[in-house]
Each structure stands twice: as C-alpha cells, then as structure tokens.
C-alpha cells in the first residue's frame, strides 16, 4: 500500500521527468527523488543522450545521504550497459533501502529484471504508483517499445468550420501567434515531424522547431513521405539546421542526387504507387523515432486515418469561417452511413489566445 508521502513524492519525480521532454530522445525522459527519514536528499532527471539517468543524477546529488533512502523513480531502474551503466548496480552500491517505480520498461533489455536484481539483493521494491501520469510522459518510447511503431500526433489548424485552406491554398495564417508556438513546442518535444510531398510543394514548409523558450532539445527528424521523389531541391526544409529524411518508392537516381546533394537522406520503402504508411512508420521505429508529429494535407492525414495508424489528434480551430469550397482535414472514402465515422474522444480542450487546442484520440472511451 502507498502511502499520501509516495505519492507526493512520485509526483515531484513525474515534475523532474517532464524537464526532459524533447531532450532525452531516444531515450526515455525520466525522474527520480531520493527521500530519507521524510526528507528529499537528491533528484534528478534523464540527460541528453549518452549522460547519466535521472538516477545517477539523484545518487550523485544525495551522496552519502543516499544510503537506506527510498528512492522514487518514474520508469523502472535499467540493468544493462548501454551508454552508461546500469541504474541498478548504482542504486545498490549506494545502498538504497527501497525503490518504488511507477511503471516498467518494456526494453527488452530491461523488462522486469531490473526490479528483479534489485529484489534479489534485499531492497524492498514496488511498481504501479502514478502508472498513468507515467506513461503520458513517454507515450512515445513505450509505443515504439511496445509495438515497434512511434506515437503518432496529427495536428490541423483549421476554421471553426474545420477547413484548413482556401481552395486556392493560401493557409497562413488561420490560427493565431500562440496556437503557432504551441506548435513549435510540440514540434520541439517530438522526435521526427513528418509531412506529404503534397505540402511540400504548397507550402514549402520549415518544419524544424522553434520554440519560444529553447530550454534544450534535440531538433527533430523531418520526414518527407515523397513516394515520385517530387521534393525540389531548393526545399526550404532541406537548408535549415537537422536532419531531413525523404521517404520514397523510386530510385531515379536522376532523382536522388540534388537532393542528396542537397543534404538529405533518401530511403525506399515498400509500396506502389505510394510509401506504404505501415511500413515509413515501422522504419521510424528503427530509427529509433519514438514521437511523430504529423503536420500535413489532407490527402496523407486521411490515408494515415483509414489505416488506423493516428494515434492523437492535436487541432487548433481558429474563430473564422472559411465555407464548403475551402479545403478539409481529411480525404476520407465517402460514408454510407453516419454508423461507419470516426468517434473521437476528447481529452482535452483549451483555449490558446483567441482559438481552441481539443486533443482528441479515436475511439469511445466508455464511461468507468
Ligand atoms: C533508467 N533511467 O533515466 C532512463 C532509462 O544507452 P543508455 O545507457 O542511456 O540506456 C538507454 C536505455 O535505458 C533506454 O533504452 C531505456 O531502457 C533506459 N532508460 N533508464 O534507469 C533513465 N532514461
Ligand atoms: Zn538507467
């Protein structure tokens, strides 16, 4: 049983976890708190790529004072070497009297035996405290953990009539200056951004992150679904700092050199005539793309949606009129009956200057 301590405990740890978001990447973003006799003796949280785990972090600043401590950790303690060493060997050598965990690492490197050589050694050890507020955190690395696919975000900005365009294109700008630095934070805090050669040539999108507040991440992958190779090389994206992966279908090596040449990375996937949807979001995965944030048109957004592959939709909905000429969210096959929609449910909903955020997931969720 855990008691109103635990939780309050776990709690700041959860607090420390979120510091990391956008900066852990491939990792994922996790907190610890140190507490002996009530009191909190260190913390700490997952550094960038290749630097110590949130529980080295709490042991290095709790020192001596760590030994009988219990220590509260968002996400099972890891037991392998990887690019540093494994959590538990440092917890029980700083002689750590109880580890609570709020929920395990699907690592197959880890999974379970991290609590188990923990257990083994004589430290009392717990799982499943604030399991729910952990798992939001990395939704993420437990997805592409869990089902070798990342977690994919759709995001529209659209009129409150749900168009995202005119019929002529022109889109900038339909929400507002603070639904679009929303955007670059999620942006920020995700690992790759993904869009359609579609808007590729509309709009010649950035895509990189620029959050207004840079406390640190790692910019994202950006991904062009591009099954024809229609990216033209003078692409706004392919100039800016970071990565940008071209997704396609054909090797007109014609085709492949300027963009190459350009800076990109080229890579077939199956699929004819277009990138298998299943197939660039199971490369992703390879690639060790935990979030996606999808930013496209709504030919890509409803090809994504009819396979089922959206797993949280992100929409801003500016208070403006656009009418039935200008362009939808999403290209879906026509309904015959109003029984075969979508049904969504609303997580949550927000006001973001003068427009609205829903966040939204498929699927009914059945009241408890
Ligand atoms: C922890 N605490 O803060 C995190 C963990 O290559 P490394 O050494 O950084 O290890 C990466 C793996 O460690 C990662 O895939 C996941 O299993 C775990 N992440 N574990 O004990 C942490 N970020
Ligand atoms: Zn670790």
Redesign the pocket.
Known sequence: MSSTADHEFMARALRLARR?LGS?D???????VLVRDSEVVGEG??AP?????????ALAAAGDRARGATAY?T????C?????????VALLEAGVARVVCAIG?P?P??NGA?LRALGDSGVAVEQGLMEQGAREINKG?LAR?TRGRPWVRSKVAASLDGRTALSSGQSKWITGAGARSDVHRWRARSSAVLTGIGTVLADDPSLDARPDDDGGFVQPLRVIVDSALRTPPTARTLSLPGEVLILTTTDAADRRAPLEAGGARIEAVEGRPRCNLEHVLGRLAELEVNDVWIEAGATLNGALLEHGLIDEFVLYLAPRLLGDDARGMFSLAPLASLADSLELSIDDVRRIGPDLRIRARPGTVLPP
């Open positions: 990391g852990t491939p990792n994922p973003t996790v907190g610890c949280w997952t790529v290749g630097g110590p785990h949130a529980e080295r972090a950790v996400l099972e303690p890891c392998h070497q990887g690019r540093t060493g494994a959590c538990t690492d690592n490197l880890v991290g690395y953990m």
